[in-house]
């Protein structure tokens, strides 16, 4: 088996890099590929609580690489997939405590035994992206519709390129449909127009998204959930499958809501 | 239906979103390109003391853009000549 490398990268933060990790994460796994995510935020570990996986760190990647411990055992096995692990960042250290060469190391191992290695990037150009980008097979750059996000994204879209790690592909997160639809948030085509790169996917802005963080349950596990269901999508398309984007302007009132209660899915 | 609301509201500004948009196209040539606002400016005033040299021009005339065009960023100088019946003597 020769798995693949996906980073998740913004240039922005707090756009959504480390939910669509783990959710993206959550629906390969669930769809039954084998599936690893490492934290590569290290001093700002957010993963393993997005995961809900907080309570069983022992070991982290920085313990791997210093040969603390074996790679083995810094890998947590979520509590609901059997298939999906996460290896955490650690702590209380810095990102110089990572060099790219040491994440090639790691991600070639782990190619032998997985299907996807899911990169979660810190926010930033610096060490911490740089770590993330240098074993990348795949690309994937978060954005919200936002001109600060926007713009970040596209410089991350040239240091991709100039790494030759491109041509990466898009998600549009946190998009609000009926503020589009006002003319007062960019729509996915004005994103597109400006960075003319490949569109991955398309998330709603969801309030089950903070809920899911609350508890630590990935929304892409939730069979009901808007963002959800977009994020299935995602992986779908990454794992290669032709998948229709979702119709956004379907309003989640009363009726679509008993629509769902009946027909579950989008 | 955007533009009838528009009009109910007494909105006579253009969507938010186009702003953003026009913004976020302008601001990222010159991220592309390397070249802010204040180059331009540099570029701008140096031409214009070249130019000057040669050719009587119309200084507060001159524009010196950054333009992209499908995949090429290219630098387009208007620079209007004043008119003059004769040369003048320095």
Redo the contacts between chains.
């Keep these: 088996m020769s798995g693949t490398v996906i980073t998740v990268t913004s240039g922005k933060g707090g756009v959504g890099k480390t939910t669509t990790t783990a959710n993206i994460a959550a629906a390969l796994a669930a769809d039954g590929a084998k599936v690893v995510c490492i934290d590569a935020d290290i001093g700002l570990r957010n993963l393993d609580v997005v995961l809900g996986l907080e309570n069983r760190i022992v070991y982290d990647i920085v313990h791997v690489v210093e040969g603390a411990a074996k790679l083995k055992q810094a890998m947590i096995r979520d509590k609901r997939l059997p298939h999906l692990f996460l290896i955490p960042a650690a702590q209380t250290r810095d990102k110089s405590a990572v060099a790219p060469s040491d994440m090639i190391r790691i991600c070639d191992e782990l190619r032998a035994e997985f299907d996807y290695i899911m990169l979660d990037s810190p926010a930033g150009i610096e060490r911490g992206f740089r770590n993330a980008l240098a074993p990348s097979n795949r690309v994937v750059i978060v954005t919200n519709p936002e001109v600060s996000a926007v713009r970040d994204a596209d410089r991350i879209i040239g240091l991709v390129e100039s790494e030759q790690k491109g041509p990466p592909s898009l998600i549009i997160n946190r998009i609000k449909p009926e503020m589009v639809k006002r003319g007062d948030m960019l729509s996915i085509d004005d994103v597109l127009d400006v960075l003319a790169i490949d569109l991955i996917g398309v998330v709603p802005e969801d309030e089950q998204i903070v809920i899911g963080s609350n508890r630590g349950n990935p929304v892409a596990l939730d069979e009901k959930s808007r963002s959800g269901q977009a994020f299935r999508n995602i992986a779908r398309r990454i794992k290669g499958e032709q998948v229709p984007f979702m119709d956004l302007d379907k309003q989640d009132g009363f009726f679509s809501r008993l629509g769902k209660l009946i027909r579950p899915g989008g | 239906m ?1 533009n009838f609301f528009r009009r109910l509201t007494g909105r006579s500004q253009p ?4 702003v ?2 026009d ?3 302008l ?2 040539i010159h ?2 390109t390397d070249v802010s606002p204040a180059i331009i400016e540099n570029i701008k005033d140096e031409i214009i003391t070249v130019i000057s040299k040669h050719v009587d021009i119309d200084r507060d005339g001159v524009e010196i853009k950054l333009q992209q065009e499908d995949n090429e960023n290219r630098l387009v100088a208007d620079i209007p000549i004043l008119k003059s019946p004769r040369r003048r003597a320095r």
């Design positions: 955007t969507p938010s979103k186009d953003a948009r913004r976020l196209k601001v990222l991220d592309r």
